[in-house]
């Protein structure tokens, strides 16, 4: 007679429910291993947006200087801020966030001082006081002390018109602005500035604002793409 080899016993498989409830189970140590995972993640805060804006409110330096060729006289209808309203807006950067995006407007009169440093024109600088203005610098290291990791600096400035007492005083601030930025240098800062060295920042009355700031809102609202 032949002789067989012995069955080898077959393993016995856990039951059914048993198997669905070790697969269940693992769905829910994945989902809660994501879960806490997701904990670690900080969501993206909304953009801290904040608008300097000196232009207005000036006695002696023309408001909106670069919305027409002559002196204008104060809007009282446009509040005006001054160097303690600016200095309390650039405070706020130092508390945002590293994954909150950062964006600042500056919009004043400018003037290139005897020192060399481009100096914001507030309604309550006197002329013979220039010296005491915002400094851009002031502005700058308040920026780079900002823990954003995306910050956006706009510069919509224009120097002071001639005037028959005060005549005329070029002031390159485009080429101002470019040392000012290389004195102080900032490698999550990206800048947006109306002109650059050499040129003068140009408006017009019918945009009623820059020719900067009117480009810069048409891209904004899709015309750039």
């Known amino acids: 007679m032949d002789a067989h080899p012995p069955s080898t016993p077959t393993a016995k498989r856990p039951p059914r429910w048993v198997r669905v409830a070790f697969f269940?189970?693992?769905?829910?140590?994945?989902?809660?291993?994501?879960?806490?995972?997701?904990?670690?993640?900080?969501?993206?805060?909304?953009?801290?947006?904040?608008?300097?804006d000196l232009s207005h409110g000036h006695a002696v330096f023309a408001p909106d200087a670069w919305l027409a060729g002559h002196e204008l006289r104060p809007?009282?209808?446009?509040?005006?801020?001054?160097?303690?309203?600016?200095?309390?807006m650039l405070d706020e950067f130092a508390r945002c966030r590293p994954n909150q995006p950062a964006v600042l407007v500056v919009r004043?009169?400018?003037?290139?001082?005897?020192?060399?440093?481009?100096?914001l024109l507030s309604p309550d600088v006197t002329a013979q006081d220039v010296a005491s203005g915002l400094r851009l610098a002031d502005v700058l290291l308040a920026l780079r002390a900002c823990p954003s990791k995306q910050k956006l600096l706009m510069l919509d400035l224009?120097?002071?018109?001639?005037?028959a007492w005060r005549g005329y005083v070029h002031h390159d601030l485009g080429a101002?602005?470019?040392?000012?930025?290389?004195?102080?240098?900032?490698?999550?800062?990206?800048?947006?500035?109306?002109?650059?060295?050499?040129?003068?920042?140009?408006?017009?009355?019918?945009?009623g604002a820059s020719v900067f700031a009117?480009?810069?809102?048409?891209?904004?609202?899709?015309?750039?793409?």
Request: proline residues 8%; negative net charge; glycine residues 6%.
């Open 24 to 52: 269940v189970a693992m769905i829910v140590l994945v989902q809660s291993g994501v879960a806490f995972l997701l904990t670690w993640i900080e969501p993206p805060r909304a953009t801290l947006q904040r608008v300097i």
């Open 75 to 88: 809007d009282a209808s446009k509040s005006s801020a001054t160097r303690k309203d600016a200095k309390a």
């Open 108 to 119: 004043a009169p400018a003037i290139v001082a005897e020192s060399g440093q481009l100096v």
């Open 158 to 163: 224009a120097p002071p018109l001639a005037s």
């Open 176 to 207: 101002a602005i470019a040392c000012e930025l290389d004195a102080l240098p900032d490698q999550d800062r990206l800048v947006l500035s109306m002109c650059t060295a050499g040129e003068m920042p140009h408006g017009s009355p019918d945009f």
């Open 214 to 225: 009117h480009y810069v809102d048409e891209g904004l609202r899709g015309h750039a793409d």
